[in-house]
Protein backbone atom coordinates (compact mmCIF):
# COMPACT_ATOMS: atom_id res chain seq x y z
CA UNK A 1 0.00 0.00 0.00
CA UNK A 2 2.73 2.53 0.72
CA UNK A 3 4.56 2.33 -2.46
CA UNK A 4 1.46 2.41 -4.61
CA UNK A 5 0.32 5.54 -3.47
CA UNK A 6 3.08 7.25 -4.25
CA UNK A 7 3.87 5.98 -7.50
CA UNK A 8 0.55 7.14 -8.81
CA UNK A 9 1.55 11.23 -8.31
CA UNK A 10 4.60 10.72 -10.48
CA UNK A 11 2.69 8.90 -13.04
CA UNK A 12 0.27 10.85 -13.33
CA UNK A 13 2.13 14.16 -13.42
CA UNK A 14 4.27 12.55 -15.99
CA UNK A 15 1.32 11.41 -18.25
CA UNK A 16 0.27 14.95 -17.57
CA UNK A 17 3.56 16.35 -18.97
CA UNK A 18 3.05 14.10 -22.17
CA UNK A 19 -0.05 14.38 -22.89
CA UNK A 20 -0.36 18.76 -22.78
CA UNK A 21 3.19 18.46 -24.41
CA UNK A 22 4.43 20.32 -21.73
CA UNK A 23 2.17 23.54 -22.18
CA UNK A 24 2.14 25.68 -19.20
CA UNK A 25 3.97 22.55 -16.49
CA UNK A 26 6.35 24.68 -14.26
CA UNK A 27 7.85 21.08 -13.34
CA UNK A 28 9.93 19.07 -15.86
CA UNK A 29 9.54 15.40 -15.78
CA UNK A 30 12.78 14.68 -15.32
CA UNK A 31 11.68 15.82 -11.44
CA UNK A 32 9.13 13.81 -11.10
CA UNK A 33 11.66 10.22 -12.66
CA UNK A 34 13.94 11.41 -9.95
CA UNK A 35 10.94 11.40 -7.42
CA UNK A 36 10.19 7.69 -8.92
CA UNK A 37 13.78 7.14 -7.10
CA UNK A 38 14.46 8.82 -4.77
CA UNK A 39 11.12 8.44 -3.01
CA UNK A 40 11.67 4.40 -2.56
CA UNK A 41 14.85 5.14 -1.06
CA UNK A 42 14.05 7.46 1.38
CA UNK A 43 10.89 5.43 2.60
CA UNK A 44 13.39 2.69 2.86
CA UNK A 45 15.63 4.52 4.95
CA UNK A 46 13.06 5.81 7.22
CA UNK A 47 11.59 1.90 7.75
CA UNK A 48 15.36 1.23 8.81
CA UNK A 49 15.57 4.03 11.17
CA UNK A 50 12.24 2.98 12.70
CA UNK A 51 13.32 -0.06 13.21
CA UNK A 52 16.73 0.55 14.62
CA UNK A 53 15.09 3.26 16.66
CA UNK A 54 11.56 1.38 18.52
CA UNK A 55 13.71 -1.76 19.95
CA UNK A 56 15.81 0.72 22.50
CA UNK A 57 13.15 3.11 23.37
CA UNK A 58 10.80 -0.43 24.23
CA UNK A 59 13.95 -0.74 26.47
CA UNK A 60 13.81 2.36 27.84
CA UNK A 61 10.57 2.19 28.61
CA UNK A 62 10.80 -1.33 29.83
CA UNK A 63 13.75 0.03 32.06
CA UNK A 64 11.69 2.76 33.51
CA UNK A 65 8.82 0.92 34.36
CA UNK A 66 10.61 -2.17 35.96
CA UNK A 67 12.84 0.83 38.04
CA UNK A 68 9.64 2.37 39.11
CA UNK A 69 8.03 -1.33 40.30
CA UNK A 70 10.76 -1.82 42.53
CA UNK A 71 11.21 1.31 43.95
CA UNK A 72 8.11 1.24 44.92
CA UNK A 73 8.15 -2.59 46.43
CA UNK A 74 11.26 -1.52 48.34
CA UNK A 75 8.83 1.61 50.30
CA UNK A 76 6.41 -0.35 51.07
CA UNK A 77 8.72 -3.03 52.37
CA UNK A 78 10.90 -0.72 54.43
CA UNK A 79 7.26 1.05 56.05
CA UNK A 80 6.19 -2.69 56.38
CA UNK A 81 9.62 -3.46 58.13
CA UNK A 82 9.50 -0.22 60.34
CA UNK A 83 5.72 -1.29 61.37
CA UNK A 84 6.81 -4.65 62.61
CA UNK A 85 9.70 -2.63 64.73
CA UNK A 86 7.55 -0.26 66.17
CA UNK A 87 3.48 -1.28 66.22
CA UNK A 88 2.73 1.84 68.01
CA UNK A 89 4.61 4.82 66.28
CA UNK A 90 3.08 7.23 63.90
CA UNK A 91 4.61 10.14 62.15
CA UNK A 92 2.84 13.43 62.27
CA UNK A 93 4.95 15.79 60.08
CA UNK A 94 8.55 15.44 61.04
CA UNK A 95 7.43 14.68 65.01
CA UNK A 96 7.77 10.63 65.54
CA UNK A 97 5.14 9.96 68.40
CA UNK A 98 5.31 6.96 70.21
CA UNK A 99 3.68 5.21 73.12
CA UNK A 100 4.76 2.43 74.92
CA UNK A 101 5.89 -0.71 73.61
CA UNK A 102 9.24 -0.13 72.41
CA UNK A 103 11.09 -2.66 70.33
CA UNK A 104 9.46 -5.62 69.37
CA UNK A 105 11.20 -8.70 68.88
Known sequence: MIRIIPYSLEFCLIVTYIETRGDGATIHPWFWIICLFIRPMLV?????????????????AEALITQLVLEHSLRIWLVAEDRRRYPFTTTCGSVILSWGGGERR
Do not use: E, K, T
Open 44 to 60: SVAFQYYLYLRPRIVVH
